[in-house]
Nanobody, 129 residues
Framework: QLPLVESGGGLVQPGGSLRLACFDS????????IGWFRQAPGNEREGVSCISPSGGTTHYADSVKGRFTISGDNAKNTVYLQMNSLKPEDSAVYYC??????????????????????WGQGTQVTVSS
């Protein structure tokens, strides 16, 4: 069983909303940071948002600030990414990953995914009319 499982992707019209979920089967959200990343065809993987253990700190890429919200429900072992006002350029495969507490926030010293060791299989988000 994969340690992380994403769900909630799909096809949505521009301006619409989706909520992605990242389930941690190992129940370690109290100890690990969780990051959301995305990769579109032909593009490098980029960081979208992250949340530190127990939700103490959150961080967002400039491209999604004000539109996306990350949150965690440790009782359900799940981290959510609420995505509002979606744009066609948000279309990508979205992955969640977990890393040590220092993996969030992203300091800029390393690439966003540098500290993340365990990854889910990804969920496709397509924003199109």
């Amino acid at each position: 069983q994969l340690p992380l499982v994403e769900s909630g992707g799909g096809l949505v019209q521009p301006g619409g909303s989706l909520r992605l979920a990242c389930f941690d089967s190992e129940s370690t959200l109290d100890y690990y940071s969780i990051g959301w990343f995305r990769q579109a065809p032909g593009n490098e993987r980029e960081g979208v948002s992250c949340i530190s253990p127990s939700g103490g700190t959150t961080h967002y890429a400039d491209s999604v600030k004000g539109r996306f919200t990350i949150s965690g429900d440790n009782a359900k072992n799940t981290v959510y990414l609420q995505m509002n006002s979606l744009k066609p350029e948000d279309s990508a495969v979205y992955y969640c990953a977990k890393g040590p507490p220092l993996a969030c926030p992203w300091s800029g010293e390393y690439k966003e995914d540098y500290w993340y060791d365990f990854w889910g299989q990804g969920t496709q988000v397509t924003v199109s009319s």
